[in-house]
């Protein structure tokens, strides 16, 4: 069983920065792939970032630019640094595991990132 537990999140004016901390109760390296996901209100959970157990990166075209995903092996942890934030941002962001040859799928409890001046 793998456990996440986030943090980092907060209010935070327009064009400000946040980053946000994942870390895995599990070696990240039997982690296949880890990545944030976020809901705002009345909307769908929606993909931000995903870094795999090799390093590569993707991004919603939304954050490209903005946000950075990077991953710590020693701490076992993951971030995701947002820079120039928008009030479309707002969101509950989730962190999200694919652990094991079933890529089973394991989620963080979220933290809440508010964007507003």
């Known amino acids: 069983q793998v456990q996440l537990v986030e943090s980092g999140g907060g209010l935070v004016q327009p064009g400000g920065s946040l980053r946000l901390s994942c870390a895995a109760s599990e070696g990240i390296f039997s982690i296949n792939a880890m990545g944030w996901y976020r809901q705002a209100p009345g909307k769908q959970r929606e993909l931000v970032a995903v870094?795999?157990?090799?390093?590569?990166?993707t991004y919603a075209d939304s954050v490209k630019g903005r946000f950075t995903i990077s991953r710590d092996n020693a701490k076992n942890t993951v971030y995701l640094q947002m820079n120039s934030l928008k009030p479309e941002d707002t969101a509950v962001y989730y962190c999200?595991?694919?652990?094991?040859?079933?890529?089973?799928?394991?989620w963080g409890q979220g933290t809440q990132v508010t964007v507003s001046s």
């Open positions: 999200n595991a694919k652990v094991g040859i079933m890529w089973s799928v394991y």
């Open positions: 870094i795999t157990s090799g390093g590569s990166s």
